[in-house]
C-alpha cells in the first residue's frame, strides 16, 4: 500500500466488512452489497466455532467475491505457541494461493512471519491487539508492516481520529467495529474464560464468562476482607455489554476517514448478516449523497434479527452502566403488547405498535421477574372474543379494543430463568403468568427469512470438485523413522474411476521417532496432521496406524514434511500412467522460509533470579531485604507525580540500585504515558519501565530509559521476543497462557534477551475501560454463579478485574531455574508481613536448587552468584542449612508460605497447563 499523499482524510467510501461463518452467510453478505468479508480457515482464529464451510473450497469463496468486486480477509487471529507457526504459515500460503486479499492477526510474532515469508499477503493487525493509541499503532505498523489496524472497541471517536491521523502518513488505515456483541474486556486481554474454565479467549473458545451472574459487595483496597454470598434474587449481569450499533455515528466515522465498518457476527446466520449488512450500506449510501439517515429506524429493524440491547458504546459517549446489559431485561420499542392472555389455551390478545402487522411463523421474545421467554404466532385474528378469524377457545382472554390481534401461540422452551430451573426434586418449575402490559419484541420473521433466501439465489458458490480419496499407513517406533505408505482407493476418481495409474508412494519423516514425554501419537493427531490435504487433488478416506509402536512421538513440522513428500510423490508416481492431468503441487514460500532458518545454538545456561513487584515502600523493602533481586514499583499515584506519593516513596527507593516501574497497560492519553516516563526519568535516569505496550516501549527508548516488555503484550513464541526486542525491550515477560516447560523451551531459544515468568501472585483475569464508578482508591469484589470470585480495582480510567484466588507457582520452580532469566512474584497487593514470608520462601527454594544443581546456571552460579542467594535467604530467617535432599521441601515450603497469605484459595494458571492443553491441544 502506498502511503497516503494527503493528510486529511479523503472522501472515499468506506467497505462494510461483514462475517461469514459459513457459505450461506457468505452467500448473504455479498448479496447484500458488502464491500469485503471475513471468515476463518480450519484452525487459528478467534472464532474456533465458526467454521463451517464444507463442500465450498476457499478458492472458490474468494471467486465468488471477487466476481462481486468485494474483498475477502481471513482470520488468523489467535495467540500462536512456537510449533503452530509452521501450520499457521501453511494456512496463511493456502490463502494467498485462493487469491485471498488480507489476513488478520493477532500474534506479533506471526505477523512478522508473514511480512518475511509471503510479503504478497497484507496484514490487518485484528483488534485483539489492543491498539487505543496512536504511538502504539505507529510502533506496530512501522515494525510489522501492517496495511490496517483494526482499533480497540473502546476508542472514542476523537481517539480513532488521532490513530487514523497517525498512521495514515504510514501508509495503513483503520478499521472500526461498528456492530454486534462487545466484549466487556479489551480484546487480548482477557484471561477469565481460560482461568475459570480452560477455554481461552485468545485461542477463539471463550465461554463468556462474563454473561454470568455475579452478586457484587465491598472490599478492602489491599486484599480481600470479605466475599459476599452468591445470591440470585439479587445477582445481575454485572459485566455484561450490550449489543453495539454504530448508526448514528457513520456519518462521523466516515468524515474521519475509517476505511472499513465492521460487523461481528461469525456465529450468526443469514437473516442477521444479510439484514446488518443492507442497513450499513445504506447508511453509507446517505452519508456519501449527503442525506440525512434514519438510525432509529434502522437500529430497530437491526434488532429483530439479534439484539442484547444496543449501545453506541464508547465511540460518543463516557464508559457507564447505560452499556451494560442484562438478558432479562429488553430494551427498544416493543413490537406488542400482551393486553390479556390466557396460557393454558394458547391465546393471547396483542396491542401491535403503529405500522406493525402481527403474522403467523413469527417469533417474539420477553423478559419478566428475572424471566426470558418466547412464543411463535401459529394463528391470527381480529380483535374481539370467542374463535375470531379461526382462532378458536378464546374464553378468559377478555375484551379487545379495536386494532388488537388475537393470536394463538406456541410457547417455546422457557425455563430459562434462574428462578424457574429444575428444582432439588428435578421437576422444571412453571414460567411466570403473562402479565397485562407485558412488552414483546418480534425476533424471528419468516417474511425476512423469505427475502433473504430470495436474495442470496443470485449468488453462487461452486460446490468443492470431488476430490481422489486415499489411504494411509503408517509404521515405526523409536529410534527409527515414520514410515508412510499412501494409496489412492480403487475407484475413488472423479466420476467414479480412478483417474491415474499407479496410485502408490511411500514416505520416511526427516527425522526419528522419539519415545513421548507427554501425549504419544495416535490415530486422531496422524490423521489431523497427515490428512491436512486441503490445496491438493486427495482426501484422506481412512488411516491405519497398527504398525506404529505405542508411546512414540514426532514433532508437527516433520509430520508436515512428511505430509508434503507423500503427497508430492504419489502425484509422480500417478503422473507417469495418467489418464487425466493431475494437479500439481503448490510450492510453500511459507515452509521455505522455516525450513531455511539456521539451526539454533545448543541454550545457554542462565542465572535465575528473583524479582518482586510491591504496592509500598515498606513492601518493596521487605521484598529486598528477604531474597529478591529486583523489584518492580507499581503506584499509579507516583506516575502520576502526586506529591505525597513521591513524598511518600522516596526515602525507600534511594536504596534501589535496580529501579524499575510497573506503567499501567491501557492508557488512551498519549500524553499520560509521556508524562509518566519523565516522572520514572525524574525518580532516577537509569529507571527501567515494565511497558504494558508496543506504545511505551517505543517512548521509553526515545527517552532513554530501559524498557521491559510486561505480560500484556502475549509473548508466547521466539518470533514475538524478536518484535518485542526490536521494539526496545531488554526483557519479556511470558503471557500467562504459557505453561512452564514452554516457557523453559521459549527461554531457550530467545536471543539478545532475557525472559521473565510470572511465577506467582495477584493476576488479572480482564482490563475493561467500565469504571463502575470507582475512584482511584475504591474496590468491590464479586462472585458468579459458580462460584468464582473477582476483585475490581480502577486507576486511570480502567479497570481491572483480578483473579480472588492467588497463583501459586512454586511446584513450577524446578523446571524453570537455571532456564528462565527472572521469575516474578506480584504482590503489590499484600502487606509488608506478607511480602517478607513468601520472598523469603521463594528465595530459599530457589537456593536450594542451586545448590543441588549448580551447572543449571553460568559457571559463577556455583561461586559468588550462589553464594549472595543463600546469604540473603538466610539473612531473612528463611533457611539454616539446604542439600539437594532439601529441593522438594523447599518448594513444599515455598507453597506453603504463599498459600498462608491466599485466603480465598490458589491455583496453578498457566504454569501447570497452559492455553495449549486448556483448549485440547497436546
Request: glycine letters at 12%; aromatic letters at 4%.
Amino acid at each position: 500500500m502506498a502511503p497516503a499523499t494527503e493528510s486529511a482524510p479523503s472522501r472515499r467510501r468506506p467497505e462494510v466488512l461483514a462475517p461469514a461463518g459459513d457459505p450461506l452467510a457468505l452467500r448473504a453478505a455479498l448479496a447484500a452489497g458488502a464491500g469485503a468479508v471475513y471468515l476463518g480457515m480450519a484452525r487459528f482464529n478467534a472464532r474456533g466455532r465458526a467454521e463451517r464451510f464444507r463442500g465450498v473450497t476457499l478458492e472458490a469463496c474468494v471467486r465468488a467475491a471477487h466476481a462481486r468486486g468485494a474483498r475477502v480477509y481471513v482470520t488468523l487471529n489467535t495467540l500462536l505457541h512456537e510449533d503452530e507457526l509452521p501450520a499457521a504459515l501453511e494456512l496463511a500460503s493456502e490463502a494467498v494461493a485462493a487469491g485471498a486479499d488480507a489476513a488478520i492477526v493477532q500474534d506479533l510474532g506471526f505477523a512478522a512471519l508473514l511480512r518475511e515469508a509471503l510479503p504478497e499477503l497484507p496484514v490487518h493487525g485484528s483488534t485483539q491487539v489492543t491498539v487505543h493509541g496512536p504511538e502504539q499503532a505507529a510502533a506496530l505498523v512501522e515494525r510489522l508492516g501492517l496495511q490496517r489496524v483494526i482499533v480497540a472497541r473502546e476508542c472514542s471517536l476523537e481517539e480513532v481520529a488521532a490513530i487514523a491521523e497517525r498512521i495514515r502518513p504510514l501508509g495503513a488505515d483503520v478499521e472500526v467495529f461498528v456492530h454486534g456483541a462487545l466484549c466487556f474486556a479489551y480484546s487480548g486481554q482477557c484471561l477469565m474464560s481460560n482461568f475459570a474454565g480452560r477455554r481461552s479467549a485468545n485461542r477463539g473458545i471463550c465461554a463468556q464468562n462474563c454473561r454470568f451472574d455475579f452478586t457484587v459487595g465491598p472490599v478492602a483496597r489491599r486484599g480481600l476482607v470479605e466475599l459476599p454470598v452468591f445470591d440470585p434474587r439479587a445477582a445481575s449481569q454485572w459485566i455484561s455489554m450490550k449489543d453495539l450499533a454504530a448508526f448514528e455515528s457513520v456519518a462521523a466515522l466516515a468524515d474521519l476517514g475509517v476505511a472499513s465498518f465492521k460487523i461481528e457476527g461469525r456465529l450468526k446466520g443469514p437473516e442477521y448478516v444479510a439484514e446488518v449488512t443492507r442497513l450499513y450500506r445504506a447508511a453509507l449510501d446517505a452519508w456519501g449523497a449527503g442525506r440525512p439517515f434514519a438510525a432509529a429506524e434502522a437500529e430497530r429493524a437491526a434488532g429483530r434479527v439479534f439484539s442484547r440491547g444496543f449501545t453506541n458504546g464508547y465511540l460518543s459517549g463516557a464508559p457507564g452502566a447505560a452499556m451494560r446489559g442484562d438478558k432479562r431485561r429488553l430494551e427498544g420499542e416493543p413490537d406488542a403488547i400482551v393486553r390479556a392472555a390466557n396460557r393454558k389455551t394458547g391465546v393471547l390478545l396483542l396491542e401491535p405498535r403503529p405500522g406493525h402487522e402481527v403474522r403467523p411463523g413469527q417469533g417474539y421474545r420477553y423478559a419478566h421477574d428475572r424471566y426470558r421467554g418466547g412464543f411463535r404466532v401459529i394463528g391470527v385474528g381480529a380483535g374481539g372474543v370467542g374463535g375470531v378469524g379461526g382462532v378458536g377457545g378464546v374464553s378468559g382472554v377478555g375484551e379487545a379494543r379495536e386494532g388488537n390481534v388475537l393470536a394463538r401461540v406456541r410457547f417455546g422452551a422457557e425455563a430459562s430463568g434462574r428462578r424457574h430451573r429444575r428444582g432439588a426434586t428435578g421437576r422444571r418449575r412453571p414460567p411466570p403468568p403473562l402479565p397485562v402490559g407485558l412488552a414483546c419484541h418480534l425476533n424471528d420473521d419468516p417474511e425476512l427469512e423469505a427475502r433473504v433466501e430470495r436474495l442470496v439465489a443470485g449468488v453462487e458458490i461452486p460446490l468443492e470438485p470431488e476430490r481422489i480419496a486415499v489411504r494411509i499407513e503408517v509404521r515405526g517406533a523409536p529410534g527409527e523413522p515414520l514410515r508412510a505408505r499412501v494409496s489412492a482407493v480403487a475407484g475413488a476418481g472423479p466420476g467414479g474411476g480412478d483417474s491415474g495409474g499407479g496410485g502408490e508412494a511411500e514416505a520416511l519423516s526427516p527425522v526419528p521417532l522419539e519415545p513421548a514425554r507427554s501425549r504419544a501419537l495416535d490415530a486422531p493427531i496422524l490423521e489431523e496432521h497427515l490428512g491436512r490435504l486441503g490445496g491438493t487433488a486427495y482426501r484422506l478416506e481412512a488411516l491405519d496406524a497398527s504398525g506404529l509402536a505405542p508411546g512414540a512421538f514426532l514433532g508437527f513440522p516433520a509430520l508436515h514434511a512428511l505430509r508434503r513428500e507423500l503427497v508430492a510423490k504419489l502425484d509422480a508416481a500417478r503422473a507417469r500412467t495418467a489418464r487425466a492431468p493431475v494437479r500439481a503441487p503448490r510450492p510453500s514460500p511459507a515452509a521455505a522460509a522455516l525450513d531455511s532458518r539456521a539451526a539454533p545454538e545448543p541454550p545457554r545456561p542462565r542465572t535465575t533470579r528473583l524479582t518482586v513487584c510491591a504496592g509500598s515502600p515498606a513492601a518493596l523493602e521487605a521484598a529486598l531485604r528477604a531474597g529478591a533481586a529486583r523489584v518492580i514499583v507499581e503506584s499509579p499515584q507516583l506516575l502520576d507525580g502526586r506529591p505525597e506519593a513521591i513524598a511518600e516513596w522516596s526515602e525507600a527507593l534511594r536504596s534501589v540500585d535496580d529501579l524499575w516501574v510497573r506503567l499501567p497497560p491501557i492508557v488512551h492519553d498519549p500524553e499520560r504515558d509521556r508524562a509518566a516516563l519523565e516522572a520514572c526519568r525524574a525518580l532516577s535516569p537509569s529507571c527501567g519501565v515494565l511497558a504494558g505496550h508496543a506504545g511505551q516501549l517505543r517512548l521509553a527508548r526515545e527517552a532513554g530509559l530501559r524498557a521491559a516488555a510486561d505480560l500484556y503484550l502475549n509473548a508466547c513464541n521466539l518470533r514475538t521476543l524478536e518484535v518485542l526486542r526490536s521494539l526496545g525491550a531488554s526483557t519479556a515477560t511470558l503471557s500467562l497462557e504459557v505453561d512452564a516447560k514452554e516457557c523453559a523451551r521459549l527461554a531457550a531459544g530467545a536471543e539478545g534477551m532475557e525472559v521473565e515468568v510470572v511465577l506467582g501472585g495477584a493476576v488479572f483475569s480482564m482490563l475493561t475501560r467500565q469504571s463502575y464508578g470507582l475512584g482511584e482508591l475504591e474496590s468491590f469484589a464479586a462472585v458468579s454463579e459458580h462460584g468464582h470470585a473477582y476483585r475490581f480495582e480502577a486507576s486511570g480510567g480502567v479497570t481491572t478485574l483480578y483473579e480472588a484466588r492467588e497463583l501459586v507457582g512454586a511446584a513450577a520452580l524446578p523446571v524453570l531455574a537455571g532456564r528462565v532469566d527472572w521469575v516474578r512474584l506480584d504482590l503489590a497487593h499484600q502487606a509488608p508481613e506478607a511480602v517478607a514470608e513468601v520472598v523469603a520462601a521463594y528465595a530459599r527454594a530457589l537456593a536450594a536448587l542451586e545448590l543441588q544443581d549448580p551447572a543449571r546456571g553460568a559457571g559463577e552460579r556455583a561461586g559468588a552468584a550462589a553464594a549472595e542467594a543463600v546469604s540473603a535467604a538466610a539473612a531473612a530467617g528463611a533457611i539454616e542449612a539446604v542439600g539437594a535432599a532439601g529441593v522438594a521441601e523447599a518448594v513444599k515450603a515455598a507453597c506453603a508460605a504463599h498459600e498462608r497469605h491466599a485466603p480465598r484459595g490458589r491455583f496453578a494458571g498457566h504454569l501447570a497447563r497452559g492455553a495449549r492443553t486448556l483448549d485440547g491441544e497436546e
